[in-house]
């Protein structure tokens, strides 16, 4: 990185794209969103988690709230509406981003009712009606990376419905994201779509491993245990890239890559650091390297624009001492597989958690729009 070089610019030079982890009426209506869309981001993700917050931050949605409740929506129509309206609107804001990036950038996520990723069926059908309600290219269909996640994301590629895989934390996993993408592709194909507008990333997530694996390391407290805490999600990243690369330099993708698919791009998500011993910006500046993407909360994006380490590719070749330091960790009994799994198990909890904070503070607000229109009538 040059003196002259901003680290936003830095990375996006590196091939990394960099996402807001964040979005909100009151961010797209104010030109917020606009602003840092001109600083360099050039993609959006939201979860339940987002949209709850926002819902309860201000009177951006006490417009819409009244209009639902004169027309007397019921609780998760209006969720459906006030959630797709933001993403459609941000879809807008994005759009000339995907235009000069050809498709591959400007995308917005929006996620399916998180309390569906155990059913395959009802989460297609989920991702069908999203994606025909924004109506809008520039979207991605996020569906969590459980095992019946799997064939609903086959099933929506199938289609042509451009997805966000959320919740991977393994590398198990993982390997079964890329293998759905790839058959979801092939079945595209053989329908006849076009592949190049099916777009999808994979959004692996990296700190909340290291907020598993540290305390564990702690409750060890050997010196070689205390040599280790922060090191579990970065190492798993790094080996996540290698498990891409396998596939995307064989053959059945090769014959995709042909016909005009482009590849599912690896996505750090989970990047905002939870213990404060270190650096605020470690999850973007050691996971540095081209055609990936990093979401950010946007604490994490002010203080990679401020202080970002951006140093260039800190990604390639660093996959066999990732392994070394994984297998150091099971060696001291911690079972990195064990943590995965739990961790999307908890993910999936507090998605339905925030879910279900989502409804009631939409139903409140539908109560509350509506006795404000009984009393204006």
Same mark, same amino acid.
């Given at each position: ?40 981001v050039v993609g959006v993700t939201t979860n339940p ?85 924004i109506e809008r290219p520039n979207l991605f269909v ?12 086959? $099933? ?34 053989? $329908? ?40 579990? $999600? ?55 390297? $081209? ?68 409804l009631e503070t939409v139903e409140t607000g539908l ?11």
């Amino acid at each position: 990185m040059t003196s002259s070089t901003t680290p936003l610019q830095a990375l996006a030079d590196a091939g990394v794209a960099v996402w807001l982890d964040d979005l909100s009426r009151q961010r797209i209506a104010s030109g917020g969103l606009a602003d840092l869309v001109r600083r360099g981001v050039v993609g959006v993700t939201t979860n339940p988690t987002i949209f709850a917050s926002a819902l309860a931050d201000g009177d951006a949605y006490d417009a819409q709230l009244r209009t639902l409740a004169a027309d007397g929506a019921a609780v998760e129509e209006a969720v459906l509406r006030i959630t797709t309206d933001d993403v459609r609107d941000a879809c807008d804001v994005l759009r000339p981003v995907y235009d000069a990036t050809d498709g591959v950038d400007g995308r917005v996520s929006i996620e399916v009712d998180p309390r569906l990723a155990r059913d395959t069926a009802a989460t297609i059908a989920s991702a069908e009606t999203i994606w025909s309600e924004i109506e809008r290219p520039n979207l991605f269909v996020k569906i969590p990376a459980t095992v019946e996640g799997l064939p609903a994301i086959t $099933a929506a590629l199938a289609q042509g419905i451009s997805v966000n895989v959320t919740l991977i934390f393994s590398l198990q996993r993982y390997r079964a994201v890329l293998d759905a993408f790839v058959e979801g592709l092939e079945q595209a194909r053989a $329908a006849g779509l076009d592949l190049a507008p099916i777009a999808s990333v994979a959004s692996f997530f990296v700190s909340r491993v290291d907020a598993a694996i540290d305390p564990r390391l702690d409750e060890i407290g050997s010196d070689e245990a205390k040599a280790l805490r922060g090191t579990a $999600a970065i190492a798993n990243a790094r080996l996540a890239w290698g498990v891409y690369q396998d596939v995307v330099t064989g053959e059945r993708w090769q014959a995709l890559a042909a016909a005009g698919a482009r590849p599912q791009r690896p996505l750090w998500a989970s990047t905002g650091v939870k213990d404060p011993a270190y650096p605020d910006t470690r999850y973007v500046d050691e996971l540095v390297v $081209a055609g990936t993407v990093n979401t950010m909360p946007e604490k994490t994006l002010d203080a990679v624009a401020d202080h970002g380490d951006v140093r260039g590719d800190t990604v390639t070749g660093t996959q066999d001492a990732s392994a070394v330091l994984l297998d150091r960790i099971e060696a001291l009994g911690i079972s990195v597989d064990d943590v995965t799994e739990t961790l999307e198990v908890e993910g999936l909890r507090k998605f339905e958690a925030s879910w279900a904070e989502l409804l009631e503070t939409v139903e409140t607000g539908l109560a509350r729009a509506a006795g404000a229109t009984g009393t204006a009538r």
